[in-house]
């Protein structure tokens, strides 16, 4: 549209950019206020600022085992993700075989599991193998979570490659898995980062399986936030709010990076823009 | 198996015999099924078996009767009533606002530019969004503060002691959070529409809200329809903001299905019983997830 947008579409806009940013803002000052101001009575817009806060919660709280724990299970889930999504990516995209879409439609309704119905069972698995409160069992659930976007997202971008390229290769004797190795993945470089930057984005964001697995040694960021309460402190929102921030700097990063990819990622390939 | 891999063009598959060329491909997508079926086909089958057993540590057979309890217990009807009033309120105003905001920016060569202001409320941690809230409704006051400011209430509001109040905080915090997430999808999906469409429907005199209605949105269906399945998923499954700020109060009012079968499994510690309610989910998951990615999701990803 050439046209200029309207006087009433531009307030639109700008209220809702408003709306996003400043409570982000207000909550990012909140790291570094001294507490008396976040509960006064009346709210106190403008901030002054003390890093003694700081001191004590890294004093009282393991902050940096928090993001570890975040950062390997993340890490973790991502790579057992790409190892098993990329080679069924291949699979669903260029062979035909009987049973080729049921196992795709297996993969994609994995997707619609509901968190609360396998809750029990993977806390009474993991407490069997001894696995409750690990790094290793949330690196697992969180893999599980995310493989099939993974496999839908890698899949729509080999899909796109042509085939001439393997047919080239093929008719000088390459096997299928140094193609897939030497050609097809190169080339759908930019949908494997798509797809392990999304993945890494769910598993750091999720709440509800860690906390039934988390217990105390493997607590994870999400949800630490939800433990920073101090007896008669109440809620430590300074803590909240650093740790909140500790997880978005990463995200923002990582996001800035995949931006012309991300609404093809997060829609698992069917939008392509 | 009589299945025949067929390779697009030429087959030149030396040094490999037929039998291994035809389960290649199984073998390739053999990891993925089976790790998938260990966390999806395990729970399901263990939900049923624990279904059936009452007690914490001792199991006794019970049969059918948790399910029956089940369907009477006003308190997981209610918490089905609650998914479904808080879902569709928040995903129809999501739908609404999201639609809104990429419809007057899709057009804008800028629009790469700014975007990413729109994308950060879904950068931060959903737990950390629901401790934003909290702070701001409840324990900051500052949701009462500037209503006070603006002249339309002159005390603080209580926003935990009244149902719609504490309704609205928890729709409130999915919207804020997860609006961008339709809004970057509709985007790309309106700025993937044929221009040229557009430029014959205006020279046609076509006012900007008729080609908006009869042509962009009807193009865009199949999107929309993908858009709104994935955020409708989540948004079934809302547990985050109910277990920070609410807690289900006042009087179960934002208890949702998740919460519920939470609260009786690892608070009240009723595997059984929450096993129940959590086969009865599954099922109907089971079927939506039939219908949903046959009729929607393949046609749309399908290219």
Avoid at chain 1, 171 to 194: H, V
Wanted: hydrophobic content about 55%; glycine content about 6%.
């Amino acid at each position: 549209m050439k046209t200029k947008r309207s006087i009433a579409g531009t307030i639109i806009l700008l209220s809702w950019a408003v709306v996003s940013i400043w409570p982000i803002f207000y909550f990012a000052t909140i790291a570094l206020r001294p507490r008396v101001e976040i509960i006064a009575p009346d709210p106190i817009y403008w901030p002054t600022f003390t890093t003694e806060t700081w001191q004590k919660i890294w004093d009282e709280w393991p902050m940096v085992q928090y993001f570890l724990n975040s950062m390997g299970a993340v890490a973790g889930s991502v790579v057992i993700c790409l190892v098993l999504g990329i080679p069924a990516a291949y699979s669903l995209a260029r062979y035909r075989y009987k049973g080729r879409e049921d196992i795709g439609n297996y993969i994609l309704s994995t997707k619609m599991m509901a968190p609360a119905v396998v809750a029990i069972p993977l806390f009474v698995l993991f407490a069997q193998f001894r696995m409750l409160d690990t790094v290793w069992a949330l690196m697992l659930v969180y893999a599980a979570l995310n493989l099939s976007l993974v496999v839908w997202i890698i899949r729509s971008y080999m899909i796109d490659i042509p085939h001439e390229i393997e047919d080239a290769a093929r008719t000088d004797g390459a096997s299928d898995l140094r193609i897939l190795w030497e050609i097809i993945i190169p080339m759908c470089l930019p949908g494997i980062i798509t797809a392990a930057v999304i993945a890494a984005i769910f598993g750091m964001n999720e709440f509800f399986l860690t906390l039934i697995i988390g217990r105390k040694e493997a607590f994870t960021m999400s949800i630490a936030l939800a433990n920073f309460k101090g007896g008669s402190d109440g809620i430590i929102y300074n803590a909240i709010a650093l740790v909140a921030f500790m997880a978005f700097f990463p995200v923002l990063l990582l996001v800035v990076a995949i931006q012309n990819h991300l609404s093809r990622g997060l829609t698992m390939g069917a939008v392509k823009g | 198996m009589s299945a025949t891999a067929t390779l697009p063009s030429t087959t030149m598959t030396r040094r490999r015999s037929p039998f291994m060329r035809k389960t290649f491909p199984y073998l390739l997508v053999l990891p993925a099924v089976l790790y998938l079926l260990l966390i999806t086909l395990y729970p399901g089958i263990y939900a049923v078996y624990r279904s059936l057993y009452t007690g914490k540590f001792k199991l006794e057979w019970t049969g059918m009767s948790n399910y029956q309890q089940l369907l009477t217990d006003e308190q997981f009807l209610n918490s089905i009533w609650n998914t479904l009033l808080l879902g569709s309120i928040t995903l129809a105003l999501e739908f609404v606002i999201a639609m809104t905001l990429a419809a007057l920016v899709y057009r804008d060569p800028w629009v790469k530019g700014f975007r990413i202001i729109f994308l950060l409320p879904m950068l931060l941690m959903p737990s950390a969004v629901a401790f934003i809230w909290k702070l701001m409704f409840n324990d900051g006051r500052i949701i009462s503060d500037l209503l006070k400011r603006l002249g339309f209430i002159d005390y603080n509001v209580d926003w935990m002691i009244s149902v719609p109040l504490a309704r609205f905080v928890v729709i409130f915090t999915d919207v804020w959070q997860w609006t961008p997430f339709l809004f970057i999808i509709f985007v790309a999906g309106l700025q993937g529409l044929d221009k040229e469409v557009e430029e014959a429907a205006r020279l046609d005199g076509a006012s900007w809200w008729s080609m908006f209605f009869n042509i962009s949105l009807p193009m865009l269906r199949p999107i929309i329809a993908i858009a709104l399945i994935l955020r409708g998923i989540d948004i079934l499954n809302m547990f985050t903001p109910v277990q920070v700020i609410t807690q289900g109060t006042p009087a179960g009012a934002t208890e949702t299905l998740g919460f519920y079968i939470q609260r009786l499994a690892f608070d009240k510690v009723d595997h059984g019983y929450a096993s129940a309610a959590s086969v009865l989910v599954l099922i109907v998951t089971v079927i939506l997830a039939q219908v949903l990615v046959r009729r929607f999701f393949r046609s749309g990803t399908e290219s």
